[in-house]
């Protein structure tokens, strides 16, 4: 198919999955509003529908609590396709979580402020964007306080996660490290995702068993972040979500300078404060010698987890290792998940027993990351392997259309049937728009 059909396609994924005011990332499996999906899901609507694009943001934002919180999902409507859902998660346990909108108590990676700046980079009319920007940008300063406040018991710099679905990589094989510390109830519960996709691509029920148990104890102390940072069994500081954090700082450092108004001046030093302590700890604390790469922190358990999965070239996007750890780390990604019968870029090690190229965070090809990575290699001058993960990104599309996940082995797509999870995935069809047209 020629690539402006395929845009074609990708633009009508984009607005039958929009909601009126938000996006849901794809029908009956996610029937809600993401916020991670909802930030990238912008990216792709900013290309041909800017008015959507902003009010997607809009939305998010609103649902965001009293005490700069934003939760990974927000309930906008009921429905039973999904578990688990609003009556699980029980937000209204949180003082200070939203009157208007149900939604879980936990969050995803903060791409909201790297978003509003490439609002901006794709706008064709950038005053009538910095004025949406002028208007929501302190909502995304005031989650970055939140995360700062409440989620650095040691004062570092950098934030930690209390649940895998914190993380957006759910059952990746690093949090088995973590599993293997804890030993919660069999729960019972009825699974909707499996009802949607082949059990295969998705986590097991033990898995499920582990998430739904940090839950519990998370309501059972009314989701209060000192009590969560004292007693979850599940305690990461992880390199993508602080990634997309320090990212994200930099970007409203940059708008904030836009703007240009002087009331700002005390939130771009505070940002910068944010910023230079966090890029110290991050480069000092979770880069691992050994093995080359950035890798996630155990907070609970006091120790790395020495794993290498995309999230450990995630900081090439924020612009965090220095050019000598860019060239190692490119050089490891290369060796590892770089292979002529591999597409760029596994999720996890395919050297690794614990890598299986059709389980979601366990190893097939995720469009998110490679977007990410896509302009991190361009932003350290790695032209060639940028080029090769864009053509990577674009041809397991062209394969087998906009899946939320794909396998990372080239052999698996000769018949057209190597995309996996949900079909018709928002985040997939937008990040192909804006690949296409940067
Ligand atoms: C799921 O239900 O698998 C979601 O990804 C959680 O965020």
Not at 53 to 81: C, M, R, V, Y
Not at 346 to 375: C, E, H, I
Not at 376 to 401: C, H, P, S, V, W
Request: aromatic share 14%.
């Amino acid at each position: 198919m020629c690539m402006k059909n395929l845009q074609n396609n990708a633009i009508t994924v984009l607005n039958n999955n929009w909601k009126d005011k938000f996006s849901i990332p794809c029908a009956k499996l996610y029937p809600f509003q993401w916020f991670w999906d909802s930030g990238l899901i912008a990216i792709g609507f900013a290309h041909f529908d800017m008015p959507k694009a902003e009010k997607e943001i809009e939305t998010l934002l609103d649902a965001q609590w009293s005490n700069g919180f934003i939760p990974h999902i927000i309930f906008h409507t009921e429905t039973d396709t999904y578990f688990p859902g609003p009556d699980f998660h029980r937000s209204d346990l949180h003082p200070e979580s939203s009157k208007k909108y149900k939604s879980t108590g936990m969050t995803q990676p903060p791409v909201t402020g790297f978003v509003l700046e490439d609002l901006y980079r794709i706008s064709k009319d950038r005053d009538a964007t910095l004025k949406f920007i002028e208007s929501v940008i302190d909502k995304v300063y005031k989650n970055h306080e939140y995360f700062y406040n409440q989620r650095d018991p040691q004062d570092e710099g950098l934030v930690y996660i209390y649940h895998n679905w914190e993380s957006g990589t759910d059952n990746s094989p690093i949090w088995d490290d973590i599993w293997d510390t804890m030993n919660p109830p069999e729960y019972t519960f009825e699974r909707r995702d499996t009802t949607h996709v082949d059990a295969a691509q998705r986590p097991s029920k033990r898995e499920y068993d582990h998430y739904l148990h940090i839950i519990e104890i998370a309501k059972q102390n009314n989701y209060n972040d000192q009590k969560i940072a004292e007693l979850s069994p599940f305690l990461v500081q992880d390199p993508l979500f602080n990634a997309v954090l320090l990212k994200s700082n930099q970007s409203l450092i940059d708008l904030y300078r836009i703007i240009g108004n002087k009331n700002n001046n005390d939130k771009i030093h505070q940002l910068q404060k944010w910023q230079d302590k966090g890029t110290k700890s991050f480069n000092n604390k979770l880069y691992d010698e050994e093995l080359g790469v950035y890798v996630h922190y155990d907070l609970r358990n006091e120790k790395l987890l020495k794993h290498i999965s995309s999230s450990s070239f995630a900081p090439l996007f924020a612009n965090l290792p220095s050019e000598t750890r860019a060239e190692k780390m490119v050089d490891i990604m290369m060796e590892k998940f770089g292979n002529p019968d591999q597409y760029l870029c596994a999720s996890f090690d395919p050297t690794s027993d614990r890598f299986n190229p059709k389980k979601y965070w366990r190893g097939p090809v995720w469009v998110n990351l490679n977007w990410m990575l896509y302009y991190g290699l361009k932003q350290y001058g790695f032209y060639d392997i940028a080029k090769r993960m864009k053509q990577d990104t674009i041809e397991i599309i062209e394969n087998n259309g906009f899946y939320e996940y794909f396998d990372s082995r080239k052999e698996e797509h000769k018949n057209g049937n190597a995309g996996y999870g949900g079909h018709n995935f928002s985040w997939s069809a937008a990040l192909f728009i804006d690949l296409l047209n940067e």
